[in-house]
C-alpha cells in the first residue's frame, strides 16, 4: 500500500474485526498484537453497476449508545467533527462530537476519536497475511473490548489509490480489507456476504461515488465475548478533482453500542471533496 509522504505524528492503536488495529508511524510498521474477532465482507469485484441514490444500511440490532459529552475547553462539545484526510485526498466527512465513555480497564475514552495527524496509520495483521493499512483514522469507542485487546466498535480509514477510477480503488480496497476482517486469530476464515459494486449518490453534498458493501458474521470467540455477531464493511470511491479519494469504514453489529444506523449513514453520506 502507498505510504503517505512525511512521517505522521504520535502513534496510538486501536482496535479492527477484532484482531488488533494499529496505528502507527509512517516508515515504522509496529506489529501491535493479533486479536481476533468481528469480520466483515464487502462484495467483490462483479456484476453490473447500478446507478442509485446511496442506500442507507441498519445493523441487525444496533442502537443509540448513552454517552456523555466532553472535549477541550477551547471546542463546543456540541459541534461535529470533521476528518479531512491528507492534501492528497482532498476529501472529508463529518463525524458526531467527540462525547467520552468509560472504555475497558475502566479508562475515559472519547466515543469519536480523532486522528492527531492526517498521515497516522491504523491497519490489521491478519494472522498468515500482511498488514493492511490506511491512515487519518476516526475510531468509534476506542479502548472498548478488553477480550480484543484495544478493539474499538468501528474505524474509518482513507486509502491510498488517488491515481485509480473510482471503480477500481473501491473493489481493490476491499479485497484487501474483506481479507484481513475475515480472519481470525488462529487464520480461519469467517462467513462473509459480499455484494456487487454499486455507483451511488451521496446525499449529504449529492457526490457521485462508487460503494462496495458487505458483512462478516462472527463465530470467533473473542469477537462474541465483547458482544458483537457481525462487522459491516464499506468502501467509498470518488473523484474529487485532483484525484480519487477512497475512505474504508467498518463498524461491529449486533452490539448494543454499535453505531447506530442514523450516524453510519449520515457519515457516509456527509463525504464530499475538500474543493
Known amino acids: ?9 504520535p502513534t496510538k492503536s486501536g482496535g479492527g474485526n477484532g484482531r488488533q488495529v494499529a496505528l502507527i508511524g509512517v516508515g515504522c510498521l509496529v ?14 469485484l462483479g456484476g453490473d453497476e447500478e446507478t442509485q441514490t446511496v442506500a442507507t444500511s441498519q445493523s441487525p440490532s444496533s442502537g443509540p449508545s448513552s454517552s456523555s459529552s466532553s472535549s477541550p475547553p477551547t471546542e463546543d462539545p ?11 485526498d482532498n476529501a472529508m466527512f463529518d463525524v458526531p462530537p467527540a ?19 492526517p498521515r497516522d496509520l491504523a491497519g490489521i495483521l491478519p494472522k498468515g497475511g500482511s498488514p493492511v ?7 468509534y469507542r476506542p479502548d472498548y473490548c478488553a477480550a480484543l485487546k484495544q478493539g474499538d466498535l468501528g474505524t474509518m480509514v482513507w486509502a491510498n489509490r488517488h491515481a485509480e477510477e473510482p471503480l477500481g480503488a473501491a473493489s481493490g480496497e476491499f479485497r484487501r480489507w474483506i481479507d484481513a476482517l475475515g480472519t481470525t486469530n488462529d487464520g480461519k476464515k469467517e462467513k462473509i456476504k459480499e455484494n456487487p459494486p454499486k455507483s451511488v449518490v451521496l446525499t449529504g453534498h449529492k457526490v457521485p461515488a462508487v460503494q462496495v458493501t458487505g458483512t462478516v458474521a462472527h463465530t470467533d470467540s473473542d469477537a462474541k465475548s465483547c458482544n458483537a455477531t457481525g462487522t459491516e464493511l464499506v468502501v467509498t470511491a470518488f473523484e474529487t478533482g485532483k484525484g480519487t479519494a477512497t475512505m474504508v ?19 457516509l453520506n456527509s463525504l464530499r471533496p475538500a474543493s
Open 31 to 44: 506489529a501491535v498484537g493479533l486479536v481476533v474477532g468481528v469480520v466483515v465482507a464487502v462484495q467483490m
Open 133 to 139: 493499512l490506511g491512515h487519518g483514522p476516526t475510531e
Open 99 to 117: 462525547g467520552s465513555y468509560k472504555a475497558a480497564h475502566d479508562k475515559v475514552m472519547p466515543i469519536w476519536d480523532m486522528p492527531s495527524d
Open 249 to 267: 469504514a467498518y463498524r461491529r453489529t449486533g452490539h448494543p453500542d454499535s453505531i447506530p444506523d442514523r450516524q453510519w449513514n449520515a457519515i
Open 78 to 88: 456540541a459541534a461535529p467533527q470533521t476528518n479531512r484526510g491528507t492534501d492528497q
Open 1 to 9: 500500500m502507498q505510504q503517505p509522504d512525511r512521517a505522521p505524528g
